[in-house]
């Protein structure tokens, strides 16, 4: 899950539900100044770079059964 911390629309604690609903599978990126549907074009480098990532192998992506909360990075 990707969520802008700027999103006047919907709140970031949206996001952190969402993920905490299946952490073992879930990773939560909350990106500063990005808004509801700006992230690429708040920091294109880092959020091409993640979804590449992502795509490349999103099985190594996902968190081991049991692992507790979602990873949250900033």
């Known amino acids: 899950l990707a969520h802008g911390l700027a ?4 709140s970031p604690d949206n996001s952190r539900v969402l ?5 073992a599978v879930t990773q939560l ?3 500063p100044k990005a808004g509801h549907a700006n992230l690429w074009a708040t ?3 880092e959020f091409e770079a993640r979804l590449l990532t992502f795509l490349s192998d999103p099985q ?3 968190r081991p ?8 990075t900033v």
Do not use: Q
């Open 7 to 10: 999103d006047p629309g919907t």
């Open 19 to 23: 993920a905490a609903a299946n952490p």
């Open 29 to 31: 990126w909350l990106m």
């Open 43 to 45: 920091n294109k480098p």
């Open 60 to 62: 190594k992506n996902r």
């Open 65 to 72: 059964e049991g692992a507790g909360r979602p990873s949250e």
